[in-house]
């Protein structure tokens, strides 16, 4: 379907470790693909995006790399900080979706001091 | 503090009962969107007005209605209430209508009992 997915719902890495969280999208049409940080208690928020004639973006601590060819997203979180435990969403964006947002389910980042 | 802001956070309401949440988008924001977030569901789109217009429809019941006001702010209806429409119902407001820009309020977390 079009479903955005994830392969791992949950994830718990060691502080100053490096941490890569997981989607695979179904819709090859998709051309824009957004992260999400949702700590509790508060509404998702945008951590990085990248478009689909990108391979690769970076911010700040963070890293998104994307895979057309296997429709295979990832986020990675250098030197993860316990403020960096939260629940991660990946989106992407198509013309079918009328420009809205799918949401993946989401993994579970735990950062162990 | 996003900017989005969402009343009331927290409702508990009997089945069969009507509620209405409120948004207040960020300053500038013309464009509103309503998610909603369960457990099984994961974040769906239920739907955006953009400068009082609906733009777009998503997963949203025909129990539930929304409007944008000549304010901007919007107001979600849900009405006849059920167990399962539990969950938290999070706006988020962009710019523009077709930008992906998205700023989350905190959410409204809906208890049905």
């Known amino acids: 379907g079009e479903s955005v997915g994830l392969h791992l719902p949950t994830l718990s890495v060691q502080e100053g470790d490096n941490s890569i969280i997981n989607c695979a999208y179904s819709n090859s049409a998709s051309d824009y693909f957004i992260w999400y940080k949702q700590e509790s208690g508060k509404g998702p928020q945008f951590i990085i995006d990248i478009r689909s004639n990108m391979d690769k973006r970076q911010g700040q601590r963070v890293t998104v790399l994307l895979n057309k060819t296997v429709k295979h997203l990832s986020l990675q979180i250098a030197a993860t900080q316990p403020g960096d435990s939260a629940v991660y969403f990946c989106a992407e964006v198509y013309g079918g979706s009328q420009g809205n947002l799918i949401f993946g389910k989401g993994t579970k980042l735990s950062v162990k001091p | 503090d996003s900017g989005v802001t969402q009343t009331p956070k927290h409702l508990i309401t009997a089945t069969g009962q009507r509620v209405t949440l409120r948004c207040s988008p960020r300053s500038g924001d013309l464009s509103v969107y309503w998610y909603q977030q369960s457990l099984d569901q994961g974040l769906q789109f239920l739907i955006q007005y953009y400068n009082g217009e609906e733009r777009a429809k998503g997963n949203i019941l025909e129990r539930f209605s929304a409007q944008q006001f000549p304010d901007l702010h919007s107001e979600l209806n849900l009405s006849s209430l059920e167990l399962g429409d539990s969950a938290l119902y999070f706006c988020?407001?962009?710019?523009?209508?077709?930008?992906?820009?998205?700023?989350f309020g905190s959410g409204t977390r809906l208890t049905v009992v």
């Open positions: 988020a407001s962009s710019p523009q209508g077709g930008d992906y820009g998205y700023t």
